[in-house]
């Protein structure tokens, strides 16, 4: 289970070096945009898209999968209770299962201690995602990275290995 945790945080800190921001129409129903965007104590990484060739050459080889046909990255960070509590409250509809839409699938959900990661991918037919979201909540953290791309069911399964 450790490995496996240490795993997705390698993930999310190599994916927070190639980040950009842009509002997916998708996810317009889950969370507020603008709200975000100017909430005091919230960090939101963004690179712009043209920036991804270069970002994308340190990306180990082992994470192609979810970084070949990446379109976007939206990072939000925050690290102080009430920042946190904001966050929380944000996605709380992403987070809860029986209020995801039915097409948003749990691809993996790890607890350990007080910390938890989850991974949720949004279906595009029956064969790939069109965004995948990586959530981290911990006492002293919560991020939120979503991703939008085109992801083959088959590239995310073997990343995750």
Do not use: H
């Amino acid at each position: 289970m450790k490995n496996l945790t240490i795993s997705f945080w390698v993930l999310l800190l190599t994916l927070a070096t190639v980040c950009t921001a842009r509002a997916q129409s998708s996810d317009a129903a889950l969370y507020n945009m603008d709200r975000l965007m100017s909430m005091e104590g919230i960090t939101v990484i963004s690179i712009s898209p043209s920036m991804f060739s270069s970002q994308m050459e340190g990306v180990p080889a082992q994470m192609t999968g979810l970084t070949k046909d990446l379109q976007s990255v939206l990072v939000f960070s925050a690290e102080t209770p009430k920042e946190m509590k904001a966050l929380r409250e944000e996605f709380k509809n992403l987070s809860n299962p029986q209020k995801r839409p039915k097409n948003y699938k749990q691809l993996v959900f790890v607890k350990e201690g007080k910390e938890q990661v989850e991974m949720i991918g949004v279906e595009q037919g029956r064969t790939s995602f069109s965004t995948i979201y990586i959530i981290v909540d911990a006492p002293d953290e919560y991020t939120l990275i979503s991703m939008s791309g085109k992801f083959s069911k088959e590239d995310v399964e073997r990343d995750l290995r």
